[in-house]
């Protein structure tokens, strides 16, 4: 829980005449909303349907900013420069801003997303001062407001654009505020106050996951940054609480299970804990809870050198970006070893981190970027990585087109067992997840000589009549990583067939393997790092290329070790290890 500043000083009287702290409010543990919350709440919504509301704005609240609030999270200061320079620079692709026409963006999707929710702001104040990049921002500015100030459409107003939009807007407003033409700061603060109401009638009908999260974070902040917020503060506040139940698990996952998205989640509650910080009011406890659950659940994707591990579509997001986010939420703690509801186990062990997947994929309607990665596996030893998932299918741009997005979402794309060149969750032609793991049984035991994870999961069982079932077995020093992947046949199945088998582990880069002359090991030698040797206990071993996806959608070539094999109608297994030799 934060301390709010200043909260040594004598209570000061609100507008109403009532000191701080004796209003009546919800305590933190309180399931429901208390009468007056439910009144103010009901007047609220109400005001929309009457002249109420232009009233306040034209008499007595005329529009203002209350405060500024910090934006903590530094921004891209390449991209930056690219702005300064007059264009925007987003994974590779390029936008010159002189002939931008909001109108008729022929950009990809996400590179609209990044110009609609003004992300770009923070990127320009991370190379600029204020004198340099206000007139940039304005003329940016100018180009947004003449195509969607009047004419709300998707995707510019769409619920989550339209609130990290709010959320830049407020806490870079010097960008964007600093004209000495009064009609257009007029229609700047008009379209920030039209944004919040948008924004109370859409923030419930976003996604699950981030996009509510950051819809109702933005009602916050307008609560609190616009003059007569008092009752948009009782709805927002009600609102994100319910919006943080229905986005995160109990273990603080997201439940699109996507690092990047968690991680984004945590900003933008980061974001709206700085406005409150600005104004000086009590944060919310739903607010400390969420991040005090979320933080560590990210961590717990981490590897030695503090970078995520690329998971559900994120690229391999760098350790600087999640020390800034972390560091903005001032949440201090450790890593969430394991994650059931989120789905991520964690094992760390001397200076071997390996993560798992044990969890079936998210459902379609909470990710557009969901990979049937079910039993994969990344290893990292100290500041180097070692086994890695593909990733990066959510990072479509310029050098990820379409296509690959789609092949980066595959079981073969991770490291883990693939039956029958099969996915062990289907991907549909429209791009979303099909059927295929519904179920996974996990065990984990520990003790003294190190740790135990056994995994199965049902996902070849309707179509191949398998079950997969992954044995990890990792040594108290982290020099020995032993597993043991078996397909046994399901019951109540009829028999199944002999299929053929790959079981891929995908290298880092830097990660160079030889094999050994009976093609049943490698040896693995890491750029500046230890040798590792890899065996298998069936099947034959070959090496074979891959890529490795980093933050900015940039894939990089490396090799991926693939055992072939076979699975047998009575069942199979494929034993393997990695043993660090230094």
């Not at 004796?22 to 009468?35: F, M, N, P, T, Y």
């Not at 394991?338 to 379609?364: K, L």
């Not at 990660?511 to 034959?540: C, K, Y």
Request: aromatic share 6%; net charge positive; hydrophobic share 40%.
């Amino acid at each position: 829980m934060s301390v709010r500043k200043g909260q040594d000083l004598p209570p000061e009287p609100g507008e109403d005449g009532i000191e701080q702290g004796k209003r009546l409010i919800r305590v933190a543990d309180d399931k429901g909303l208390s009468l007056t919350q439910r009144i103010a709440n009901h007047f609220y919504l109400l005001s929309w349907k009457t002249p109420i509301h232009g009233r306040k704005l034209k008499g007595k609240y005329p529009l203002k900013l209350l405060a500024v609030p910090d934006d903590e999270v530094p921004g891209d200061g390449r991209a930056g420069a690219a702005i300064r320079a007059g264009y925007f620079l987003f994974r590779g692709q390029k936008q010159q801003i002189a002939p931008l026409d909001f109108a008729r963006l022929s950009i990809s999707p996400a590179f609209a997303d990044y110009l609609h929710g003004f992300r770009w702001l923070r990127d320009l104040s991370s190379s600029a001062t204020r004198e340099q990049g206000a007139p940039v921002a304005e003329t940016v500015m100018r180009k947004w407001l003449e195509a969607h100030a009047e004419t709300p459409s998707e995707p510019a107003w769409r619920a989550d654009n339209a609130g990290w939009r709010l959320l830049f807007w407020t806490a870079h407003a010097p960008l964007i505020l600093s004209s000495s033409d009064l009609v257009y700061r007029s229609l700047v603060l008009n379209c920030i106050a039209r944004t919040a109401r948008h924004l109370d009638r859409s923030a419930d009908k976003a996604p699950m996951g981030l996009p509510r999260i950051v819809a109702w974070s933005a009602i916050l902040a307008a609560a609190l940054l616009i003059p007569g917020g008092e009752a948009r503060r009782v709805f927002g506040e009600a609102g994100l609480k319910r919006a943080i139940d229905s986005s995160f698990h109990p273990d603080g996952g997201i439940v699109s299970r996507s690092p990047l998205a968690q991680m984004e989640a945590i900003m933008a509650l980061s974001m709206l804990r700085a406005v409150y910080d600005v104004r000086r009011e009590k944060t919310p406890f739903c607010l400390t809870d969420a991040l005090a659950r979320a933080v560590p659940a990210l961590l717990g994707l981490t590897h030695g050198d503090g970078g995520l591990g690329n998971w559900q579509g994120a690229g391999a997001i760098p350790p600087q970006m999640v020390d800034a986010v972390v560091m903005a939420s001032r949440v201090r703690t450790r890593p969430l070893r394991q994650a059931r509801d989120w789905g991520y186990q964690r094992i760390g062990a001397g200076s071997t981190v390996v993560q798992i997947d044990a969890a079936p994929p998210p459902v379609a309607r909470v990710a557009e970027a969901g990979c049937a990665s079910t039993g994969a596996i990344e290893i990292s030893d100290g500041p180097m990585r070692l086994i890695v998932n593909c990733g990066g299918a959510a990072l479509e741009g310029a050098w990820i087109p379409g296509d690959l997005a789609q092949g980066l979402r595959t079981t073969a794309a991770h490291s883990t067992l693939i039956l029958n060149d099969s996915n062990s969750t289907a991907l549909l032609p429209d791009g979303t997840l099909g059927k295929g793991v519904t179920e996974v049984e996990l065990n984990r035991q520990e003790s003294d000589n190190g740790s135990r994870l056994d995994l199965s999961h049902d996902g070849y069982v309707r179509r191949l009549g398998y079950i997969h079932r992954r044995l990890l077995l990792v040594s108290g020093d982290g020099k020995d990583v032993r597993g043991e992947d078996m397909l046994t046949p399901a019951e109540r199945r009829r028999k199944p067939a002999k299929q053929p088998v790959q079981l891929r582990f995908h290298l880092a880069p830097g990660v160079e393997p030889t094999l050994t002359a009976d093609n049943q090991g490698a040896l693995l030698r890491i750029d500046n790092g230890a040798l590792w040797q890899f065996r298998t206990g069936a099947g034959v071993l070959n090496v074979e290329d891959s890529l490795w996806v980093d933050a900015n959608g940039h894939p990089h070539p490396t090799h991926q070790l693939v055992v072939t094999s076979e699975a047998l109608p009575g069942g199979s297994s494929i034993g393997w290890m990695f043993k660090r030799m230094g």
